[in-house]
């Protein structure tokens, strides 16, 4: 796998705007969306930063308005499929490891744990229940292969939801090495080839990064696990204003240098 299999390369040397963790509120999202179009020069880049899905209730229509404004964005003049990312969040990483749950070692305890981390939102948008799952993670291979197989089926019929959750990147930086995009964390100890899980569940380490990471002038991410709200630092920045958890859902507009140009919350 090659790294633009893993990692976006987005446009250096102009504004690029990051969304924060949206959690299923469709709704938050459509109105920032209208503000954000308003906003738009032409050579702006856009990324997600993942956690679309998870604890709310509109999983199915956030889906359907990241897609709608995907359409939008690039039909802007002199936009480029380029300047556009999505990166897998932790809410993204459960679900693709929930349909392959038959696979897992213990299935009733990851699903549980699954559930405990907001999963729920997701698997009821996608026609299951908590209570359905969990009996079907004691019955076996079998029965959890054939449950998971209609949770993908009902994924794969509404159009463009699951080539969105096949495309999603792992991080996001600019060309010109100037911004790097995670969703919750990344170790500050290891360069970014060699991090795996610390983009998802990494977020205590976060704080942790006391000069520029990798030659990045700022490390900006979306989702903070302890919900600290929202921080720019001189070299790292979060804009996770509590979406999910009774919050707003932010958008920043970031410069090559990291400076924060301009910032919507709806």
């Given at each position: 796998?090659?790294?633009?299999?893993?990692?976006?390369?987005?446009?250096?040397?102009?504004?690029?705007?990051?969304?924060?963790?949206?959690?299923?509120?469709?709704?938050?999202?459509?109105?920032?969306?209208?503000?954000?179009?308003?906003?738009?020069?032409?050579?702006?880049?856009?990324?997600?930063?993942?956690?679309?899905?998870?604890?709310?209730?509109?999983?199915?229509?956030?889906?359907?308005?990241?897609?709608?404004?995907r359409?939008?964005?690039?039909?802007?003049?002199?936009?480029?499929?380029?300047?556009?990312?999505?990166?897998?969040?932790?809410?993204?990483?459960?679900?693709?490891?929930l349909?392959?749950?038959?696979?897992?070692?213990?299935?009733?305890e990851?699903?549980?744990?699954?559930?405990?981390?907001?999963?729920?939102?997701?698997?009821?948008?996608?026609?299951?229940?908590?209570?359905?799952?969990?009996?079907?993670?004691?019955?076996?291979?079998?029965?959890?292969?054939?449950?998971?197989?209609?949770?993908?089926?009902?994924?794969q019929?509404?159009?463009?939801?699951?080539?969105?959750?096949?495309g999603?990147?792992?991080?996001?930086?600019?060309d010109?090495?100037?911004?790097?995009?995670?969703?919750?964390?990344?170790?500050?100890e290891?360069?970014?080839?060699?991090?795996?899980?610390?983009?998802?569940?990494?977020?205590g380490?976060?704080?942790?990064?006391?000069?520029?990471?990798?030659?990045?002038?700022?490390?900006?991410?979306?989702?903070?696990?302890?919900?600290?709200?929202?921080?720019?630092?001189?070299?790292?920045?979060?804009?996770?204003?509590?979406?999910?958890?009774e919050?707003?859902?932010?958008?920043?507009?970031?410069?090559?240098?990291?400076?924060?140009?301009?910032?919507i919350?709806?």
């Amino acid at each position: 796998m090659s790294d633009r299999d893993k990692f976006a390369v987005l446009r250096g040397g102009g504004r690029v705007w990051a969304i924060g963790a949206i959690h299923g509120d469709a709704e938050r999202l459509s109105r920032l969306h209208d503000a954000l179009a308003a906003r738009l020069e032409p050579s702006d880049c856009l990324v997600y930063l993942g956690n679309f899905m998870g604890r709310g209730t509109q999983i199915v229509e956030t889906i359907d308005e990241l897609l709608r404004f995907r359409i939008a964005f690039l039909a802007r003049p002199y936009s480029f499929v380029e300047d556009i990312a999505f990166l897998r969040g932790n809410q993204e990483e459960m679900w693709d490891k929930l349909l392959q749950l038959q696979f897992a070692p213990n299935p009733p305890e990851v699903l549980a744990w699954m559930l405990r981390q907001g999963l729920q939102g997701t698997m009821t948008a996608y026609g299951s229940t908590a209570e359905e799952a969990l009996g079907i993670a004691r019955q076996g291979a079998v029965a959890i292969s054939r449950w998971t197989g209609q949770l993908r089926s009902a994924m794969q019929s509404r159009p463009g939801h699951m080539q969105l959750l096949n495309g999603l990147k792992r991080a996001a930086y600019t060309d010109d090495g100037g911004l790097l995009f995670v969703n919750a964390g990344i170790d500050p100890e290891r360069p970014l080839t060699a991090q795996s899980d610390s983009f998802w569940w990494g977020g205590g380490s976060f704080g942790r990064i006391s000069a520029p990471y990798g030659g990045f002038a700022k490390v900006i991410r979306g989702f903070d696990p302890s919900h600290g709200g929202v921080a720019d630092t001189p070299y790292t920045a979060t804009i996770d204003a509590g979406c999910g958890y009774e919050g707003g859902l932010v958008a920043a507009c970031f410069a090559p240098d990291g400076s924060v140009l301009d910032w919507i919350e709806s």
